[in-house]
């Protein structure tokens, strides 16, 4: 037949109409294939398409027996493999006029016998840079050349399998960006919660959990190594969580250093211990671009059905339980309880009525005296922020200050709170000093150091008076502005305390640090003394390495005699406690000061031992 241009215009307009349209491509390959045998006597026409493993896989044949997909489907291309395969291989053109007597389908004569056929002819598909995406082939029922006519037909119809092919690649690939995270080529939060919605809605949601994975410190990582390490490394995270997870599982990056599985399959205890696993992986260091790097990991989970059934509650108590953990000391796996979700209620009120009550006046400072042990005389008075709500009363201090380090708050009230101390300090003897405690927020900011210095200058008091106490979170930071905040504080003359030394990330290798030369006992360790070897050997280990440091050391939380006559006798410089009073308002302190004395040898009186107070 001889093919005109009108028709072959025509054909061209509706396939290019379908692909314009995104008919899939098996659509698009049937319509081309029906065409050609419309427009050719007696050819019998298939697509197939070639994976990057080199194997065949049928897209079209209309007129071929169904066993044809099913023959082909995975079949290796080579330089024997029939008309198609061996096309495909080439990348060249494949006529065989009469497959019984071809070698090339000397190994595949039972399929061309099954599907009557005696003649090909193959043509591959290829993009510009020689790549072959798939083959058009005509089959015919006896042996025969294809005509010139059926050529030119095959020429353009090729060229529009071409467009077809690339159309779907690239829908694809927009697919892919839409659906996977390109850093670990995990899917991402929207696959994620397509997945895990068609999981709660399947077989078996009884078994379903939500399970949060967010790395701890990750940022201390992309600070010190660099983004690209970062990456690196959440990329190798990406490859164990994927070797853990079953093929049920679903494993996704949410973004950051947030990772997700949602696993199937598993009973709630199962469950707990699939999230132990998870924290396993992180027990081995992982082996980044020639370095050994150990980090670690806070998981929070929600099950189905004890949690709940729909998606969006279970994500909710995935992250409140992931809160938990992190608040928990990190590098620990929560599941979800409704004790929790009471929890966030509660900070979540606290985090509203912060809002005004800084602006309202709800807060004020209180002061508790610091003894110079050995000559019983008041040295100093440390610092300490209460919160009055109109409606609950006393907020504890370990309730809302996390709260205002999240919100960002706490820059504001720290402030406020070292120009109170520096203000009472002015009215006080000259040789009394004060302590104020630093938010690890705050010395996140670059004016720290001259907001303090500011501070001193406004009430003319000497920088030696003041003295900044910081945790060890602080001191071990990586961020370099906090590290530039500490050496301007130095520099400056004021005195910097190591805060609650033997909590957190302790250790003994940290009193190396010039940049303080005090630190303070934690209270955990002092409530030992008297009753417990293991605690005081802790303190007498403490207080002899400072001191060979020529660093002082105060002991936090003295409540007894006893405590302070061990404390006196093993050398520590100064205490502060219960035994000698409880925190007191700026009012009271001068009378206080004047009450109890501070010249060698007084001690504290009886009538300012206090009982201790929740």
């Known amino acids: 037949m001889l093919v005109g241009p009108h028709s072959l215009l025509l054909m061209q307009n509706e396939i290019l109409e379908a692909i314009a349209l995104d008919r899939e491509l098996p659509a698009v390959a049937e319509m081309l294939c029906r065409q050609v045998e419309t427009l050719t006597e007696g050819a019998i026409c298939s697509i197939l398409a070639v994976d990057r493993e080199g194997l065949l896989h049928p897209l079209a044949a209309p007129s071929l027996p169904a066993g044809y997909a099913v023959a082909l489907n995975g079949f290796a291309i080579g330089p024997w493999a029939g008309s198609s ?106 696959a994620f919660e397509l997945r895990a919605s068609e999981m709660l809605e399947g077989d078996e949601p009884l078994t379903t959990a939500i399970h949060y994975i967010d790395l701890d410190d990750f940022k201390s990582v992309n600070d010190t190594l660099g983004h690209w390490f970062g990456d690196l490394l959440l990329a190798e995270v990406g490859r164990r969580l994927r070797q853990l997870a079953t093929t049920r599982d679903c494993v996704a990056r949410l973004g950051g250093d947030e990772f997700a599985v949602c696993a199937g399959g598993r009973d709630d205890a199962a469950q707990a211990g699939f999230a132990d696993d998870l924290l396993k992986l992180f027990a081995e260091p992982f082996a980044i671009a020639g370095r050994s790097l150990m980090i670690e990991a806070s998981i929070g989970t929600a099950i189905a059905p004890r949690n709940g059934l729909e998606l969006a509650q279970l994500l909710q108590q995935a992250d409140i339980a992931l809160y938990e953990a992190k608040s928990s000391g990190r590098h620990t796996a929560r599941v979800f309880s409704d004790e929790m979700a009471d929890g966030v209620r509660r900070r979540n009120t606290i985090k509203g009525d912060l809002a005004t009550a800084f602006a309202s006046g709800q807060f004020h400072v209180v002061y508790q005296p610091i003894v110079d042990l050995r000559a019983n005389r008041i040295v100093a008075f440390e610092t300490l922020l209460r919160w009055t709500h109109p409606e609950k009363g006393a907020v504890p201090p370990d ?31 000259a040789d009394l000093m004060v302590a104020v405690n630093v938010s690890p ?106 001191r060979k440091l020529g660093k002082r050391v105060t002991a936090e939380g003295i409540e007894t005699e006893i405590q302070r006559a061990w404390l006196v006798a093993h050398g520590c410089d100064k205490g ?28 504290p009186s009886p009538d300012v031992l206090f009982r201790r107070i929740g």
């Open 441 to 546: 927020l705050q010395l996140k900011y670059p004016s720290f150091a001259l907001d303090v210095a500011s501070a001193l200058a406004r009430v003319g008091l000497p920088p030696r008076r003041l003295t900044l106490e910081i945790t060890e979170t602080a001191l071990l930071d990586g961020d370099t502005t906090t590290q530039r905040s500490l050496g301007d504080l130095k520099t400056l003359g004021v005195g910097i305390a190591l805060d609650d030394f033997g909590t957190g990330y302790s250790s003994l290798s940290n009193l190396r640090d010039r940049r303080f030369g005090k630190m303070k006992i934690d209270k955990s360790f002092v409530d030992g003394i008297g009753r417990d070897t293991v605690c005081e050997a802790i303190v007498d280990g403490t207080i002899e390495f400072a």
């Open 576 to 603: 502060q406690g219960y035994l000698f009073s409880r925190p007191m308002t700026r009012e009271r302190v001068l009378p206080f000061v004047a009450t109890v004395g501070r010249g060698e040898g007084a001690a």
């Open 399 to 429: 309730l809302f200050v996390p709260i205002a380090e999240e919100t960002g708050l706490m820059r504001e009230i720290g402030l406020w709170v070292l120009h109170q101390a520096l203000a009472d300090l002015a009215t006080w003897p």
């Open 85 to 190: 395969g061996t096309a495909a291989f080439r990348g060249e053109d494949v006529v065989v006029v009469d497959i019984e007597t071809d070698p090339l389908w000397a190994d595949h004569q039972a399929i061309a016998r099954d599907f009557g056929v005696r003649a090909s002819w193959s043509t591959p598909v290829k993009t510009e840079d020689g790549r072959v995406l798939g083959t058009l082939s005509l089959y015919y029922r006896e042996a025969r050349a294809p005509s010139e006519a059926e050529r030119g037909l095959v020429a353009a119809c090729v060229n529009l399998c071409l467009i077809a092919f690339r159309h779907h690649e690239a829908q694809a690939h927009i697919e892919r960006l839409a659906y996977t995270d390109i850093l670990t080529n995990l899917p991402n939060r929207l």
